[in-house]
């Protein structure tokens, strides 16, 4: 029982919450942000989930954690980037958001947006427009992709071709792509100060 | 079929199912039935020339639970009312092996009530023999789910107010494919419908009618043992599809004994089991999104 | 499924991790009924054993669930449940009957808010005296407390292999936040793995006694249809089973007894991290253990010596270990989500009056965080500066 302890080092790591009502498939979303990080980037990932009594409509949100390091936090009180996909998960969750936060939001489902720099994109909208409405969480995904750099885009790629099924695979890859460039768009309007506050964690990386 | 009287089986066949190098004399009143019942059960598995290594007989707990103690067999005395639980595992695990469980009622339609009818609906192949005396003798005679309306017992002592289940008709209902009843002084009757039950490929239950003179009959004034066997006798009645019940009951033939219901259509559970094939389409099925 | 697996970095759940690392140990038969947070443990089996030959059954309740347990491991298949608190609570009777009757299973309780019904969806570690005393009677109690994904499947096949060598039920408490989380993980390779089978009987059978009295407390076991044909019973009895007398009881339980104590060497199951040099000790177990071991790192970057002693065996507890922490630290911290239950045990070992225990006890279903841990030990620490040296010592 004496070994000596290795890992002793803080390691830098970051953490998500992706926040909104049951049935949006957030948990999922947090399973391939996880999945992305993990197989596809060969980093140590910790995804948990916080969701109520109902399968449907109920608040639901999931949290994923990654570093190059050992991972030892199963719940984080401060978020790195918050993702809310309901008016309902953005007033609850706002609080947790770190100074230096990233804020994304469903600009279609959250009105009243706390901060200015939030990246209001209409997921759920262009899930419309895609022809289906589930692929909303694949969408936010792209946003997040995109504008942190937490993975390459092809490893969200893959996770996400890895997970759907045969006759829905080409939508969901075509999905990610969709949010990422409206991501891109949505911060190409904004001016070079308002763009630099936007955090970026592809060093996590490395 | 196997006559009582007309067996082959020499006494010496019989006495090697009895664990009797320890076990005997046994721990029942002096003119209970469950020494009878015992004698017909070990008549019945000699008859059948079952193989002692390949029967498990279970009970739960109660003067019936003590039946497994004397068998020469894989024997297992379980907890109050789960006799069915772990007989369910002993048969799901190895389905070769011939399952066998005693209880008495408050055992199986009281606390074990749940699984009893679970059994029944899974159509697994286990034999039940429900003892039925209408009361709890081990404890000292109180009332029983099957205790009749307005009979005496210590926690009911101006006449039992809780109507009793009919174990045949629950057993029917819940889903059972073999269901008899007899009772001890039926013998031979017994002989017949346990061995019909345990050949049965399904969940097979025999209620076997029996006294308790010691607590119950006592306290309700039933006289002795001898007197409750005549009582047995007088009420039975054979049935048969014609048999009008009510009828019968108004002469006072209200206990309907044979075999009340036998389905050999109905899948049995473990055989089900073997069938079952998970196909890698059904494992998922996918809305849109992922 | 499993070997495919092996070697390849995957994401999994815990559940998942338990159900595999259960296929691993070698299980063929699962008897359960649905409970959150639990319940994926189920739904891996129910697909995985037929295919292996292996047998899945939902039962009508979590006492038909053990009950068939036993049964099924009477037969001789490696044997396991899957729950939630208040199905742990229906299978104490069977559990007993299990120890009692020396019969191998393995029972995974995914703990969630309690008591009653509670928190289905949300944390806890308030099961951990149920799993020492829920039944009645005294009788061996074996937990194990996973604290990773990867820990949910070895310390499945651990809870297999002390099941069958020591002939109990071994109990797995994971939980709510542990059941439900995902990690990167890289499944050992099943070749690497030490998988215990139970010992087969060698004596002719009519020598054969099921419950013999062994000093290690520790026999053979055979299984019904393998042609011993012997008595099993929840009454205690003698050595083939049958009615006790007053010696052969005392007999009986001191055998039970021996199961623990006759093998500390191997019961004693603790990771020790950065303890070398600690003067403060942070004992904790399961999940709580991960916040604080990130808890011990904020702390010796403050310059803080603490340390983290985690007992993955909590059942038997981990006496030894604690015993040794008292002559050198100053003071330890039990953080646990539940009232206090890991910290009365380590207070029950004191042996040195000056080391305080203290705890911290979160009850509001969210786990706890290194944050709260740090925060308590140097709210401790201030405190014990400013005391004198005879200062009081309650938790």
New interface residues.
Partial sequence: MSKRSSGTQLHPYVTFRLSGTGGQ?LI?AGR?LAEAASIYEGLNVVQTNSYGPEARGGASRSEVVISKGEIDILHSPVIDTLVCLSQQACDAYYGDLSNTGLLITDSMLVGVVPTARAVEVPVTELAQTLG?K??A??IALGVLVSLTGIVRLESLKSA?AA???K??LE??VKAVDVGFQAAAAVVGKWNAKRRSAIPDYSHIRG | MADATNQTAEPVDRHSWL?GN??FPHMWCPGCGLGTLLNTVIRVFVAKGYD???T?V?SGIGCTGRI??YV????????HG?A???????????P??KVIVFMGDGDAVAIGG??FI?AARRNIDITAVVVNNSTYGMTGGQHSPTTPLGMKAPTAVTGNIDPPFDICNLAVAAGATFVARSTIFHYQQTFRLLSEALEHKGFSVLEVVSHCHTSFGRINKLGSHLDMLKQQRDHAVVFTPELDVEKARAEGKDLVIGLLKKDATRPEYCDQ?EK???QPSQ??Q????? | MVTTAAQKPILLSGNEAVALGALAAGV??Y?GYPITPSTEIAEVLA?EL??IGG?F?Q???E???????????????K?LTATSGPGFSLMQ??IG?AAMAEVPCVIVDVMRGGPSTGLPTKTSQADIMQAKYGSHGDYPSFALMPNSVLECYTLTIKAFNFSEKYRVPVILLSDEVIGHMRERVVLPDPATLEIINRKAPTEPREWYRHYPDKTTGIAPMAS????Y???????THEE?G?DATSQEVAKLLEKFKNKEIRNTKELTMCESFCMEDAEICIFAAGSVARSARQAVRILREKGVKAGLLRPQLVWPFPKMPVEEVYDQVRFILVPEMNVGQLRKEVERLRTNMRVKVKGLNVLNSVMITAEQVVERVLQIDFRSGSESEGGTSNG
């Fill in positions: 498939g999922l391939l289906n589930m692929t969480n694949v996400v997970r759907a099924p006759a829905f939508l969901n | 664990r320890k076990k002692k290594n390949e498990v279970i497994p103690v020469d067999c894989n024997t297992l005395h379980t907890a789960r069915l639980t772990f007989a369910t595992g002993v048969k799901l695990a190895k070769n092996l749940n699984h679970h089991y079952l094939v998970i494992a998922k996918n809305r849109g999104g992922v | 063929r038969f008897a697909v037929p295919k047998k059954i039962m009508e309740d006492i038909a669930s053990m009950g068939a347990v036993i049964g099924a491991s009477l037969a001789g298949s044997s009777e069977h009957y019904f249809g393998e042609g044909r012997y008595h099993v019973t929840g009454l083939h049958f």
